[in-house]
């Protein structure tokens, strides 16, 4: 994408279509169901110019010029697809360079430059970067007169919403939605500052998030992956577009048969390649990569492949129903029923489903999604899913469904909550590759994950999760036509939602306390809602009002227009309302209780640290981050990147007298003495500093000790003494005051101490 004057010229990315990982080259194949359609194609709209916008952060005052070489740190509002603007005075012939405070983007991308003319000019990169943040490097004597920067992205609005109680869930909901965001463009992609490649599973979730988060331009984005990319080496990947969550998800929330219709062919033979075995179960599909999802532990291939298979060919009898092709339907209904009834011969064991020693979570979350775990397994199944934490990001969107699935939504926003608690403490506003990126030396043949791992990742969909099953709102018919509100809110006591149909705007609002449950809905034309009041959150239920008239007390009472009884089951009493606003309130006793802890607390007030200055025992100008695709780049590690208010940018205390060792790995770097010091220029009270490093996340203080002095001479005894604690360690002691500050590591580890970004609070 460039853009030149102002205006937006459209070109073709040139993605990389290959992953190299574990020493594997991947290359993806695709059938473009497109190619033999007459009735759907591919297009792609004009990209969102969101004009030229001020950076909330500058490190430096404009305008500026200095004697030597210089870097200017400005910050954006948020992780975004963007182009540095500046406006000089200079000479000709000077050399401005650009890149983005993520590491990660000059490693992959060409740095962008721009040659200076004698007198006042601005200039704008042509190519986008994505990042929080950009370093400009200015040669001596040039004067910036001003920056700022263009954000530019796929066309569509942020029209859908969450809203709890619990802001960790707000911060958490905000953040997955900005992750889908950055990884959109021309087409989907799993992140923006490496590869840039649409992965179909990947693409899939992003897909799911944003029927919850964008507007409706958004679904042609959807329709693209569904027509463009069918097929690919990953059997994983392949079983779950072409399925239920995939290709029968985007039916169902777009209503568009003419696509379904256009793929259907496509669909059934990639299905018709799985050939059924002797035991009853499709035989294992390995392919080119038989992947389905990073993390630890074992992987249980086998029981993923069969549960996801039979998502898919249930999917597959549901598109031949709509789409025209009965006669497909009674084989399909074999294989449906002789997987049903073979799965849990072969695979359960008691204890869990497992083909081999292992219980997975991911092959245990798979079979209750699937529908192939019936309620006398969740007691087990659920052990299994609380008991291990596995699975990576990608997975973890099955987990969290299966623990709603089996009425345990108090469950999943628990473990939601502790897998993402490093992400929601973060000042990053993305969500990472590896949840808490907890391989420390992942790949086996990276020796610095630490810089090999994106903070911006598509597969991440905490904010699926929380629309679609604890708000409780999903299409029952395609197109929206009719669909349900079945909270599961848990320990949540208030919940509001905005959810973009191709109806118009869902609004729910839910309130409850010890003895009244509220959900306010406002319902679209065309539109029929089934509402449930959850029995789960009542020890009784006395009656139920609807705008204020009772409907029911133990039996359904006809009293408004519109509403009608639809029944009692296990989990809800439910009602059928037609388009309209609707008011519910629920009387009974409600048990009000959270198993949670308090949310993450944002009020603290930060020191300004404008005019800071720092020093440190090792103050390295730049260390080699990497490896990627085996090569390694120069990143700037001086002190002075810990109050760039940037955490992309950092100080990390690597000793060059060290050597690593003869795999590559960090040699005790960390010895007692190592200390950061910051000059407050002026004496300051405070009781709480905050050391980031969440980008370098295992370069933490093994333990460490803090001193104030008034004069940078004196500094008496240590006022707080601890250990560091992963990505982000937070000192709290007796208030102070002082104008220096100095922090000491005092323990001994391989792994080096880095502080991406400190602040000091009041």
């Known amino acids: 994408m460039d853009i030149s004057n102002g205006k937006l010229i459209k ?78 005075e200079a000479p000709s012939g000077k050399i401005i360079i650009f890149d983005s405070t993520n590491p990660l983007v000059p490693a ?6 721009y040659t200076t003319k004698s007198g006042v000019q601005n200039y704008e990169v042509p190519n986008w970067i994505s990042g929080e943040g950009v370093r400009y490097t200015i040669p001596a004597g040039v004067t910036v007169r001003a920056v700022k920067y263009r954000e530019t992205g796929y066309a569509t609005s942020f029209a859908g919403s969450f809203w709890c109680n619990d802001n960790d869930y707000n911060v958490l909901w905000q953040k997955a939605t900005r992750t889908a965001y950055l990884c959109m463009r ?25 029927f919850y988060a964008f507007d409706n331009n958004a679904h042609e984005i959807c329709r693209n992956l569904i027509l463009s990319k069918p097929i690919n080496g990953l059997p994983g990947q392949n079983l779950i577009l072409h399925g239920e969550f995939g290709e029968w998800t985007y039916y169902m929330y777009t209503g568009d048969l003419a696509t379904t219709s256009t793929i259907y062919s496509a669909t059934k033979e990639y299905l018709d390649r799985y050939k059924m075995g002797l035991n009853g179960l499709p035989v294992h599909r390995a392919e080119d990569w038989d992947w389905y999802d990073w993390g630890l532990g074992t992987t249980d291939k086998e029981v993923i492949q069969v549960a996801e298979y039979y998502t898919a060919i249930n999917a597959l009898r549901k598109m031949a129903k709509v789409t025209g092709h009965p006669a497909d339907i009674p084989a399909l209904d074999a294989k449906i029923n002789s997987i049903k009834i073979n799965f849990d011969q072969v695979f359960w064991k008691g204890d869990g489903y497992r083909s081999g020693d292992e219980l997975d979570e991911r092959a245990n979350a798979m079979a209750v999604v699937a529908g192939l775990a019936g309620p006398p397994r969740w007691e087990a199944i659920g052990k299994v899913l609380e008991n291990n934490v596995n699975c990576g990001p990608y997975f973890e969107r099955w987990v969290l469904e299966a623990l709603c699935i089996m009425n345990k939504p108090d469950r999943a926003l628990l473990r939601m909550y502790n897998r993402y608690k490093l992400q929601i403490q973060s000042g990053f506003t993305t969500l ?11 790949p086996p043949n990276s020796t610095n994950s630490d810089e090999y791992l994106s903070l911006n990742h598509a597969w991440n969909a905490p904010n699926l999760i929380l629309s679609k099953f604890i708000a409780g709102i999903a299409p029952e018919t395609p197109g929206w036509s009719t669909y349900h509100v079945l909270p599961q809110e848990a320990f949540l006591t208030s919940v509001k939602v905005k959810v973009p149909t191709t109806k118009g705007t869902i609004q729910v609002g839910i309130q409850k306390n010890e003895k009244q449950y509220k959900i306010g809905l406002t319902s679209p034309l065309l539109t029929s809602a089934i509402v449930g009041i959850p029995k789960a959150s009542f020890t009784t239920i006395s009656k139920i009002s609807v705008n204020g008239k009772k409907i029911w007390d133990g039996s359904f009472k006809a009293t408004v227009k519109g509403v009608s009884w639809i029944g009692e089951d296990s989990g809800y009493l439910k009602f059928k309302v037609e388009p309209g606003t609707w008011s519910f309130v629920a009387e009974g006793i409600l048990l009000i209780t959270t198993p949670k802890q308090a949310p993450i607390s944002s009020t603290n007030v930060k020191l300004d640290k404008k005019s800071w200055t720092v020093s440190a025992s090792i103050d390295n100008q730049e260390y080699k981050g990497g490896p990627w695709s085996g090569r390694f780049w120069p990143v700037n590690a001086s002190a002075v990147n810990a109050l760039d208010e940037d955490f992309w940018t950092g100080w990390r205390a690597i000793d060059p007298q060290k050597p690593m060792s003869k795999s590559g790995h960090y040699i005790n770097q960390q010895t007692p003495g190592q200390w950061f010091m910051i000059d407050l220029k002026q004496s300051e009270s405070f009781q709480k500093i905050v050391l980031d490093n969440t980008w370098a996340i295992y370069d933490f203080p093994k333990s460490y000790a803090v001193y104030v002095s008034n004069d940078g001479a004196e500094w008496g005894m240590p006022v707080a003494t601890g250990a560091g604690e992963l ?35 009041k």
């Not at 990472?432 to 992942?442: I, K």
Request: net charge negative.
């Open 11 to 88: 070109k073709t990315m040139n993605t990389r279509s290959f992953l190299n990982i574990l020493g594997i080259l991947i290359f993806t194949s695709s059938t473009c169901y497109s190619q033999n359609s007459t009735v759907t194609a591919i297009t792609h709209r004009p990209l969102k110019d969101y004009g030229l916008q001020d950076y909330v952060n500058v490190t430096k005052t404009l305008p500026r010029s200095e004697t030597s070489e210089w870097t200017l740190v400005c910050k954006l509002p948020y992780n975004a697809q963007f182009q540095p603007w500046i406006e000089v």
């Open 432 to 442: 990472w590759e590896y949840m808490e990126r907890s391989f420390e030396d992942t």
């Open 727 to 761: 990505g982000m360690t937070t000192i709290v002691f007796p208030k102070k005051t002082a104008r220096y500050l100095k922090i000491v590591q005092t323990g001994t580890k391989d792994k080096p101490w880095s502080i991406f970004e400190v602040d000091v609070y």
């Open 186 to 210: 021309e087409h989907y992609m799993d992140c923006p500052d490496r590869e840039r490649s649409e992965w179909i599973g990947d693409a899939v979730l992003q897909m799911e998030e944003g």
């Open 108 to 113: 992959h991308q060409p740095t962008q430059q």
